[in-house]
């Protein structure tokens, strides 16, 4: 739907204007000119709020590996960033043209004037702002970054299921962990309430259950405080349950995205443990 929105306003943009060779028409009044003045910024208007987002994309990831379902979200992760850098471009041409066109008619709606001083006219502002480019965008918050803005009572939340956690009941804090981030999914702290779920069910016995918690632990922020050990206990987890090569494939990784992190040494000393070829 954007890139549809996108060519449309590339060839409204041309169809509003009737060209350079109409420009100096003797028919043309100042009532034709700020005519096609208003319908370009209203052009210009309808293509930036077409960039706005209508909803989350969801991934389907089911019925793969832990291996398969890391390099799939990597997979999307570089074709989203294409796609946004090929995206911006191609808006920022846009703005360049409009904001190019929009000048050649406060010329001539200078030169219809009685008293306007074209000199006076300055250079025209970009559209969408001084810059004249669309901003990219911004790279998505860490999971638990230095003073986050939490929701109202999540916090309080968090503690109560960790402070079960580190009691010993590891039931209840599974369960408060489970209603934590099913009521704060994108939360600064929802990463790591998936980590300590995943810490309690595998203290239960529940490793399949683990897995997949540790598995979200670290999809959900690959870059955060929990990251390395999230993939090295989704490693061991692995062994636990029987797929051996899996296994040997997630903790391969922990040293190669986190080589300073302690996880890594005890990623190494477990795959030697396994004999990973």
């Not at 998505?140 to 079960?164: H, M």
């Amino acid at each position: 739907m954007l890139r549809a929105a996108l060519l449309s306003a590339v060839l409204i943009l041309p169809a509003a204007l009737p060209g350079a060779a109409a420009a100096q028409d003797a028919d043309t009044t100042l009532a034709d000119i700020k005519q096609e003045l208003a319908v370009l910024l209203t052009e210009i208007e309808s293509l930036k709020r077409e960039l706005s987002t209508t909803g989350t994309p969801q991934m389907n990831l089911q019925g793969t590996s832990a291996l398969q379902r890391i390099d799939a979200m990597e997979a999307e992760l570089r074709r989203l960033t294409g796609d946004t850098e090929e995206m911006t471009n191609r808006v920022n041409r846009i703005v360049t043209d409009g904001t190019n066109r929009i000048g050649d008619l406060q010329f001539r709606v200078c030169e219809l004037e009685e008293g306007c001083d074209i000199g006076a006219l300055g250079e025209t502002k970009p559209l969408g702002g001084e810059a004249g480019t669309v901003p990219a965008a911004a790279p998505p918050p860490p999971a638990a970054p230095s003073g986050p803005e939490l929701a109202v009572g999540e916090q309080a939340d968090f503690d109560r299921a960790k402070e079960a956690l580190d009691s010993g009941s590891f039931r209840s804090a599974a369960d408060l962990f489970k209603t934590f981030t099913e009521t704060f999914t994108a939360g600064a702290l929802t990463s790591q309430a998936h980590f300590y779920r995943g810490e309690a069910l595998s203290q239960l016995g529940e490793n399949a259950e683990a897995a997949r918690a540790y598995l979200e632990a670290f999809s959900g922020a690959p870059e955060g405080e929990k990251a390395p050990e999230a993939l090295l206990k989704l490693g061991l987890t692995l062994n636990t349950l029987g797929q051996q090569s899996d296994a040997c494939a997630i903790l391969g990784e922990v040293p190669t995205r986190f080589p300073e992190s302690p996880a890594s040494i005890e990623a190494q000393t477990a795959r030697s443990s396994l004999v990973c070829g």
